[in-house]
């Protein structure tokens, strides 16, 4: 579980971030979803420690994030995996090295161990037989399950994804939601999600924080989004005309 | 993985810029003697005075400060562009999120690399230049083969060899630091990107200039 209390962050004069609170919940996919300068981004990158919050406090299940130095926060960090929007994989480094990675720098892994390891997390997002290909010679889509791959290598009790779906055709982005899902289901892991993808929304928002202009505007999971009288939600999650007009459709259906 | 990636960054730094370092150094010795020799032409200075002149040179000045010059260019703008376009594609934050010291990985390698392989580079290119100074004086008629090998071998200093390894030492250190410094803190995009290399290397030349001033004047009093 991740806590967020009252999370204020600004930039200069500009307040971004105006006391977020919310609880990222065990076992969950919890997304942070949003219109483009939401301040989403921000978000994840102070739950996750890549930026400091003006003030407010964090929390990975009773440990003050904000207060540890930063030998403690590496310490957290190797129980921490993240899935960034353009993947980040090492370029230079082959498929299998990028996901060995973090067990070469961690662990004390015969190399045995390690190959068994890095095997056992591409076949676990479907991806069999690459390990000596280079980031640049698969497409996107296999480039984020590797990312997905790289990032449960070392068992994370946590594990953010920041737009796991830009980029991705409509059927890939739902393979990658239903892995991601399954694997936060099979090891009771904290998921955090920035997303502004709808399909996602629907799909696995189990637990849903609706930021608008810096401020938390709604929260929720996918069956209370269709149900919200909130106008912010509603603007937000059917802002086109047909997506107006499947909504309505489903809540005449009942 | 320490010790991979410095063996890497040797491999990079060392045997990527041996051709680089021996082109200058052969042209750099073979100019001094023909400016010398004609300087000295007409003159009561002996002849042999040619090596003596191109060797000494060579080892205080030549070899590690227009060597290191070259790598700030070469070696420094290649460490920015690398390190900053790791921090462009995630590649740095996404190595700070699994906890790992990015600053340690990804400069000290270099560092380490830079001063251990960059004095042998210099060496090289001391041996380089005194042998470049000889091919454009002897085949050529300025001086006789005796003459110059006289020269090389007379009022030698151990000492100018010391001076000659410290500056390289502190010179490797300069560009690696500083060019990774450039790269490590780059903002924005492509732009940016170039600029971080080019500041690299202009500061790491300003830098370099400064350091070869402070240490003639500390390790010649």
Same mark, same amino acid.
């Given at each position: 579980?991740?806590?967020?209390?009252?999370?204020?962050?600004?930039?200069?004069?500009?307040?971004?971030?105006?006391?977020?609170?919310?609880?990222?919940?065990?076992?969950?996919?919890?997304?942070?979803?949003?219109?483009?300068?939401?301040?989403?981004?921000?978000?994840?990158?102070?739950?996750?420690?890549?930026?400091?919050?003006?003030?407010?406090?964090?929390?990975?299940?009773?440990?003050?994030?904000?207060?540890?130095?930063?030998?403690?926060?590496?310490?957290?960090?190797?129980?921490?995996?993240?899935?960034?929007? $353009?993947?980040?994989?090492?370029? =230079?480094?082959? *498929?299998? @090295?990028? #996901? !060995?990675?973090?067990?070469?720098?961690?662990?004390?892994?015969?190399?045995?161990?390690?190959?068994?390891?890095?095997?056992?997390?591409?076949?676990?997002?479907?991806?069999?037989?690459?390990?000596?290909?280079?980031?640049?010679?698969?497409?996107?889509?296999?480039?984020?399950?590797?990312?997905?791959?790289?990032?449960?290598?070392?068992?994370?009790?946590?594990?953010?994804?920041?737009?796991?779906?830009? $980029?991705?055709?409509?059927?890939? =982005?739902?393979? *990658?939601? @239903?892995? #991601? !899902?399954?694997?936060?289901?099979?090891?009771?892991?904290?998921?955090?999600?920035?997303?502004?993808?709808?399909?996602?929304?629907?799909?696995?928002?189990?637990?849903?924080?609706?930021?608008?202009?810096?401020?938390?505007?709604?929260?929720?999971?996918?069956?209370?989004?269709?149900?919200?009288?909130?106008?912010?939600?509603?603007?937000?999650?059917?802002?086109?005309?047909?997506?107006?007009?499947?909504?309505?459709?489903?809540?005449?259906?009942? | 993985?320490?010790?991979?990636?410095?063996?890497?960054?040797?491999?990079?730094i060392?045997?990527g810029s041996?051709?680089i370092v021996?082109?200058?150094?052969?042209?750099?010795?073979?100019?001094?003697?023909?400016?010398?020799?004609?300087?000295?032409?007409?003159?009561?200075?002996?002849?042999?005075?040619?090596?003596?002149?191109?060797?000494?040179?060579?080892?205080?000045?030549?070899?590690?400060?227009?060597t290191?010059l070259v790598l700030a260019g070469k070696v420094g703008s290649n460490i920015?562009?690398?390190?900053?376009?790791?921090?462009?594609?995630?590649?740095?934050?996404?190595?700070?999120?699994?906890?790992?010291?990015?600053?340690?990985?990804?400069?000290?390698?270099?560092?380490?690399?830079?001063?251990?392989?960059?004095?042998?580079?210099?060496?090289?290119?001391?041996?380089?230049?005194?042998?470049?100074?000889?091919?454009?004086?002897?085949?050529?008629?300025?001086?006789?083969?005796?003459?110059?090998?006289?020269?090389?071998?007379?009022?030698?200093?151990?000492?100018?060899?010391?001076?000659?390894?410290?500056?390289?030492?502190?010179?490797?250190?300069?560009l690696?630091?500083?060019?990774?410094?450039?790269?490590?803190?780059?903002?924005?995009?492509?732009?940016?990107?170039?600029?971080?290399?080019?500041?690299?290397v202009?500061?790491?030349?300003?830098?370099?200039?400064?350091?070869?001033?402070?240490?003639?004047?500390?390790?010649?009093?």
């Open positions: 579980m991740i806590r967020a209390e009252n999370i204020f962050k600004s930039f200069d004069d500009t307040d971004v971030l105006k006391g977020i609170s919310h609880t990222f919940e065990s076992g969950k996919t919890n997304l942070i979803i949003g219109r483009s300068g939401a301040g989403k981004t921000v978000m994840l990158k102070i739950l996750v420690g890549l930026l400091k919050p003006t003030s407010g406090t964090i929390w990975y299940d009773d440990v003050n994030y904000s207060e540890l130095n930063s030998k403690q926060v590496r310490q957290i960090r190797m129980e921490v995996g993240m899935l960034f929007q $353009g993947s980040a994989l090492f370029d =230079s480094l082959s *498929i299998e @090295e990028n #996901i !060995r990675f973090p067990l070469d720098m961690f662990t004390k892994k015969t190399k045995k161990e390690k190959l068994d390891r890095v095997n056992y997390c591409l076949d676990r997002v479907d991806l069999n037989g690459v390990n000596k290909k280079y980031p640049s010679e698969v497409s996107g889509g296999m480039q984020k399950r590797v990312g997905i791959a790289r990032s449960i290598v070392l068992g994370p009790k946590y594990l953010f994804c920041d737009e796991p779906n830009s $980029g991705l055709d409509p059927k890939t =982005s739902i393979v *990658i939601d @239903e892995l #991601i !899902r399954s694997i936060t289901q099979e090891n009771n892991i904290t998921t955090v999600i920035n997303t502004h993808d709808m399909n996602s929304v629907m799909e696995i928002g189990e637990n849903i924080a609706l930021l608008y202009q810096g401020e938390l505007v709604w929260t929720g999971n996918k069956d209370d989004v269709l149900n919200s009288d909130n106008e912010i939600l509603q603007g937000f999650i059917f802002a086109s005309p047909f997506l107006q007009r499947l909504r309505n459709a489903a809540l005449s259906k009942g | 993985m320490y010790w991979k990636e410095t063996m890497r960054q040797m491999n990079d060392g045997v041996i051709i021996v082109l200058i150094a052969v042209f750099i010795g073979a100019v001094t003697a023909v400016q010398f020799a004609y300087q000295l032409q007409d003159s009561f200075v002996p002849a042999y005075y040619i090596g003596y002149i191109v060797r000494d040179t060579t080892i205080i000045e030549l070899a590690p400060t227009i290191c920015a562009a690398e390190i900053g376009g790791m921090r462009q594609k995630e590649h740095i934050d996404a190595m700070e999120i699994m906890g790992v010291n990015t600053a340690a990985y990804l400069v000290l390698p270099k560092i380490i690399a830079a001063v251990i392989v960059i004095p042998l580079l210099v060496g090289i290119a001391c041996f380089v230049g005194i042998m470049g100074g000889y091919l454009s004086s002897v085949p050529t008629g300025l001086i006789t083969d005796a003459e110059y090998t006289r020269g090389v071998r007379s009022f030698f200093e151990e000492y100018y060899v010391f001076m000659m390894f410290v500056k390289a030492i502190v010179f490797a250190y300069i690696t630091s500083v060019s990774a410094y450039q790269g490590y803190h780059v903002k924005g995009g492509s732009i940016e990107l170039g600029q971080a290399s080019t500041q690299a202009v500061y790491s030349d300003i830098l370099i200039l400064l350091a070869d001033y402070l240490i003639a004047i500390l390790l010649t009093q």
